[in-house]
């Protein structure tokens, strides 16, 4: 089981910044891919981001590619999202995800909100 805690959501005003934290409960191996997904009033959950914990290699939605980075601490169990430019289109609950590979499972954090405002 693994239990993820969200933190750094907030109010901002267009064009600024924001960092989401997200800390594993337990130890995230190379079974995990990691990732961020969003969910808007009145629409369905989205993908954001993601992390490859083996490879660290990196994948984004178009929509927030070359604003968004996603980065992780090994030693931490942490994965980050830092978010750059942002627009009041990514006003929306962030969901931290814990995949597992061998499994195909899926953990939630409990959201965090970010509210763009223009």
């Known amino acids: 089981q693994v239990q993820l805690d969200e933190s750094g959501g907030g109010l901002v005003q267009t064009g600024g910044s924001l960092r989401l934290s997200c800390a594993a409960s337990?130890?995230?191996?190379?079974?995990?891919?990691m990732g961020w997904f969003r969910q808007a009033p009145g629409k369905e959950r989205e993908f954001v981001a993601r992390?490859?914990?083996?490879?660290?290699?990196?994948y984004y939605a178009d929509s927030v590619k070359d604003r968004f980075t996603i980065t992780n601490n090994y030693a931490k169990d942490t994965v980050y999202l830092q978010m750059n430019s942002l627009e009041p289109e990514d006003t929306a609950v962030y969901y931290c995800?814990?995949?597992?590979?061998?499994?195909?499972?899926?953990?939630w954090g409990q959201g965090t909100q970010v509210t763009v405002s223009s």
């Open positions: 995800n814990a995949h597992t590979l061998i499994s195909d499972y899926d953990y």
């Open positions: 337990t130890r995230i191996n190379s079974n995990y891919v």
């Open positions: 992390i490859n914990w083996r490879s660290g290699i990196t």
